[in-house]
């Protein structure tokens, strides 16, 4: 048996938090960003739908979105859901 506990930094917030939380860095992306740049984020189902709507309410467009499927993804200890098998690039 292994733990998950990564730190304080990685415990569960509000949806609502994480959503502040992901406007504001997003927003600050935007603000530094040159006018022909492109940004690339990657995600897992956790944030990837709250990144997606931030980036069209703070001013980005998204043009496509990759599927990074991982080859050697991690175990699925509780065998009670699918496999985090892809990543979400926006």
């Not at 944030?47 to 309410?57: K, Q, T």
Request: hydrophobic share 30%; aromatic share 12%.
């Amino acid at each position: 048996m292994v733990t998950v506990n990564k730190g304080k930094w990685d415990e569960s917030t509000s949806l609502k938090y994480k959503h502040k939380f992901n406007k504001k860095w997003i927003r600050e992306c935007y603000r530094i960003l040159k006018d022909n740049g492109t940004i690339w984020i990657s995600g897992t189902l956790h944030n990837i739908y709250s990144i997606g709507m931030a980036l069209e309410e703070e001013g980005f467009k998204i043009i496509n979105n990759i599927t990074w499927q991982k080859t050697n993804p991690p175990p699925n200890r509780a065998c009670k859901t699918f496999t985090h098998s892809t990543e979400t690039i926006l």
